[in-house]
């Protein structure tokens, strides 16, 4: 299976920076690409479109086909990457696929029965933010009508090489890029783009959205961003929901710092507007897609800027 696509090209007017290592390739983990003159003070991530598959990993999963397209964003790099060369924003994109590694997880987000020996002694429990618990923590162990991914367990080593390969050097370039963008901006917005599967109605006659944008309920974001990108797709007359079901996870709790200046929106595509009725491969519509979030890539980046300008670093939620 390949690998994701991210990467704007390697010339005097991108920094490309290849990072993390796949274990059991020689693959890079992620691609982060920067434009050098940073027209945008936007950076987009794409933590769950990576599909470098190492043979062992497929080999280990009960039904690799039928588990790696329902936990890929699938294909949203696609949508990523030209959002990126259209408007000049930041780029960061997984090549490591989300069923090795949850990069939208804690890493300490373990569910301990996967791994051979359980959890060692010198580890605390974890309480919060248990995903593991549904069956989709650090490493996914099942899907909803599937069962277990997994024919067997793993060891320490194995989940300690994801964790050093993947999780820690994505999560640290994103952390320095957002800061170099604050720091040219006086702000900068991280929009971490996903998928979704198509929501169901609620009630007869119900539209369900197409777009969710998390923001933490409040809290990974000033609240002037958000109203920006609602009263934008409102324009473009697309249903639209705000943080149910999706208000963002990990990624937004760990890098989202409005007081200085750092805000972070999840943005939740449904994946019919941009695949095939299978939800496989890219259909005629992701162009439509792409113009679409385009437009709202640069009114957001508009309004980051102002509030950089205005230096109003005040949470929303307060």
Same mark, same amino acid.
């Given at each position: 299976? =390949? ?13 490309? $920076? ?6 059991? &390739? ?41 588990? #790696? ?6 294909? /949203?790099?696609?949508?990523? *990457? ?26 300490? @987000? ?8 359980? %959890?060692?002694?010198? +580890? ?5 933010? %248990?995903?593991?618990? &549904?069956? *989709? ?10 069962? $277990? ?10 989940? &300690? ?14 952390? =320095?890029?957002?800061?170099? +963008? ?43 961003? +958000?109203? #920006? ?8 007359? =697309? &249903? /639209? ?34 695949? @095939? ?6 259909? #005629?519509?992701?162009?439509?897609? /792409?113009?679409? /979030?385009?437009?709202?890539?640069? $009114? ?8 950089? %300008? ?6 929303? #939620?307060?």
């Amino acid at each position: 299976m =390949k690998r994701a696509a991210g990467e704007l090209g390697k010339d005097k007017d991108h920094l490309v $920076e290849h990072g993390g290592m796949i274990p059991g &390739t020689s693959e890079p983990a992620f691609t982060l690409s920067l434009r050098a003159d940073c027209p945008i003070p936007v950076i987009i991530a794409a933590p769950h479109a990576g599909r470098a598959y190492p043979g062992a990993l497929l080999g280990a999963m009960r039904d690799p086909e039928y588990s #790696a397209i329902r936990l890929e964003d699938r294909h /949203v790099d696609r949508i990523a *990457l030209e959002i990126a060369r259209q408007t000049g924003a930041g780029l960061l994109v997984a090549h490591a696929p989300r069923a090795m590694l949850d990069l939208n997880r804690n890493s300490d @987000d373990v569910d301990w029965e996967m791994i051979r020996g359980g %959890r060692p002694s010198d +580890v605390r429990r974890n309480l919060t933010n %248990r995903r593991s618990r &549904t069956g *989709l923590g650090l490493i996914p162990r099942r899907l909803a009508r599937h069962g $277990e991914i997994w024919k067997a367990q793993i060891s320490h080593d194995q989940l &300690t090489a994801r964790i050093d390969g993947i999780h820690r050097p994505y999560h640290q370039a994103l952390a =320095k890029a957002l800061e170099a +963008v604050r720091d040219r901006w006086g702000a900068a917005l991280l929009i971490d783009l996903h998928s979704m599967p198509p929501l169901k109605p609620r009630h007869e006659g119900d539209r369900p959205a197409e777009i969710v944008i998390g923001d933490r309920f409040g809290a990974s974001s000033d609240g002037l961003l +958000v109203a #920006a990108a609602l009263a934008y797709l409102a324009r473009q007359e =697309k &249903t /639209v929901a705000h943080n149910r079901p999706y208000a963002g996870g990990y990624v937004l709790d760990r890098h989202a710092a409005p007081a200085r200046g750092i805000h972070a929106l999840q943005l939740e595509l449904c994946r019919s507007t941009y695949l @095939d009725r299978r939800l496989e491969e890219p259909s #005629a519509r992701m162009a439509g897609m /792409v113009r679409l /979030v385009c437009g709202l890539v640069r $009114e957001l980046g508009g309004t980051a800027a102002a509030l950089g %300008r205005s230096g109003n670093f005040s949470i929303a #939620a307060e």
